[in-house]
């Protein structure tokens, strides 16, 4: 079974500056999809970053960025320029390849943004 | 806009009782799934499905049940064997998935669901 693992349940930044989370999973897969998925205050589920394992050119949109480490089952997240509306909950979620979509979620890391 | 409904944003159940959670899309996908998310966890799997009339159990389905006779819409019905049902509830849609590519999901806004 799929296992997905964020060990830093909060995190503070200052704004403007930049900051990793951290994600790691288990699987024996060799073909799956990681995302990123962020949840505001307003607990909308939003889709920040997409990686499909195959790939080994790292994802970025716009100020987000990851560092996918497929040997060492790593996939952090990187915001540049933090800005306040970055504050929420952010879950890493594993999906393997093939499947019929099932998302498995991390339990996820509260970020801060600090003015 | 295209997206997805639910509804409605607060519920409260009553020991014994059935309620329904709604869940509407107007982004033509095909997928549509069910997670439940308590505090300090992560979303997990209730119910999913792939086509019209078409749905299997996900990791927590035991307490739940669905139906999906429109492609627009999966409601899910939290049962009286459910013994602990209060959390929130979000629904999500995607296009189908294959063996070569898998899409991601799309979610509502939530339900919130507590025990009165």
């Known amino acids: 079974a799929q296992t997905v693992t964020q060990s830093q349940p909060e995190m503070s930044v200052q704004e403007a500056e930049t900051v990793t989370l951290s994600c790691t999973y288990d699987?024996?897969?060799?073909?799956?999809?990681l995302f990123w998925y962020k949840q505001p205050p307003s607990r909308q589920m939003i889709l920040v970053i997409r990686q499909e394992a195959y790939k080994q050119q790292n994802a970025t949109e716009n100020r987000f960025s990851v560092n996918f480490q497929k040997a060492a089952k790593s996939f952090s997240l990187k915001i540049s320029d933090s800005q306040l509306g970055d504050t929420a909950m952010y879950f890493c979620a594993f999906m393997k390849g093939g499947s019929q979509g099932n998302l498995i979620f991390g339990k996820g890391t509260k970020l801060s943004v600090k003015p | 806009d295209g997206g997805i409904t639910q509804s409605p944003k607060y519920l409260f159940r009553k020991e014994g009782q059935n309620v329904t959670l709604s869940c509407e899309q107007n982004?033509?996908?095909?997928?549509m799934y069910w997670y439940r998310q308590d505090p300090g966890q992560g979303l997990r799997l209730i119910y999913y499905s792939q086509i019209v009339n078409d749905f299997q159990k996900g990791d927590i389905a035991e307490g739940y049940s669905v139906s999906r006779e429109k492609k627009e819409s999966f409601p899910l019905t939290v049962t009286s064997a459910q013994k602990n049902p209060t959390a929130f509830y979000l629904c999500?849609?995607?296009?189908?998935?294959?063996?070569?590519?898998?899409?991601?999901?799309?979610f509502g806004d939530g339900t919130r669901l507590s025990i009165l």
């Open positions: 999500a849609s995607s296009i189908a998935t294959d063996s070569y590519s898998n899409q991601p999901q799309h």
């Open positions: 982004l033509n996908h095909d997928a």
């Open positions: 699987t024996s897969e060799n073909n799956y999809y």
